[in-house]
């Protein structure tokens, strides 16, 4: 049972532009949500997050939404770079502790 | 920067050995430590919380006598993959959660690259 799902595999844009990637989540108890980077074989790197009494959080080029009527957040870079290129999870929690994962969405920035 | 270190970065074992992995906060004490396992283009799959001193938390359809999980201090926490198999194949990340700037984080380690042949 995927309870974050990211269903978008991977994810192409053109450097300058806006990359808006999508985290849907079914838990409703999850009340803190993350971003993470991730190289090849390399830890996740922390972004952003966002707690669930929030919509909206951001942090330079970073922006996260989150939905929770639709159980939906997104994750705005803006404009992307070349060194954006890498996989980006999405996580949730209950309390900022114990994560669960997304599938992850490799994004592509086409210089 | 918090800083979460695992060692050893990659390692190659005959299948039926055992391998151990250490994850240790560098820069800060932390209260709970977590293992993370994944495999080639899938998610990190959370396999156990560990508390300093206290026995482990697995998660569903993890073997706790496979993969035998000490957390002997507030800065070190091992897990050793025994009598392991080819499937035990994987990348395995630990993560450390305590307090090293304004609030409570999960800091991540650079994983641990495990092939089992």
């Known amino acids: 049972d995927q309870q974050v799902k990211q269903n978008s595999p991977s994810l192409s844009v053109q450097e300058g532009r806006i990359s808006i990637l999508n985290c849907d989540y079914t838990?409703?108890?999850?009340?803190?949500f993350l971003w993470y980077k991730k190289y090849p074989a390399e830890g996740p790197t922390f972004l952003i997050s966002?707690?669930?009494?929030?919509d909206k959080n951001e942090d330079g080029r970073f922006t996260v939404f989150l939905n929770k009527s639709a159980k939906h957040l997104s994750l705005h870079i803006v404009p992307s770079q070349p060194g954006d290129s890498a996989v980006y999870f999405c996580?949730?929690?209950?309390?900022?502790?114990?994560?669960?994962f997304g599938t992850g969405t490799r994004l592509t920035i086409i210089p | 920067g918090a800083v979460v270190s695992q060692h050893p970065s990659w390692v190659i074992c005959k299948s039926g050995t055992s391998v151990k992995i250490e994850c240790r906060s560098l820069d800060f004490q932390a209260t709970t430590m977590f293992w993370y396992r994944q495999f080639p283009k899938q998610s990190l799959m959370l396999m156990a919380t560990s508390n300093e001193g206290s026995k482990a938390t697995y998660e569903q359809g993890v073997e706790k006598d496979k993969f035998l999980i000490n957390h002997a201090s507030l800065t070190l926490s091992t897990l050793t993959v025994t009598s392991a198999h080819p499937e035990d194949s994987s990348f395995y990340i630990c993560s450390a959660w305590g307090l090293a700037g304004p609030s409570y984080e999960q800091y991540f380690g650079p994983g641990t690259r495990l092939t089992v042949t």
């Open positions: 838990n409703s108890m999850f009340d803190y």
């Open positions: 966002i707690s669930s009494i929030k």
């Open positions: 996580a949730a929690s209950v309390g900022n502790e114990k994560l669960t």
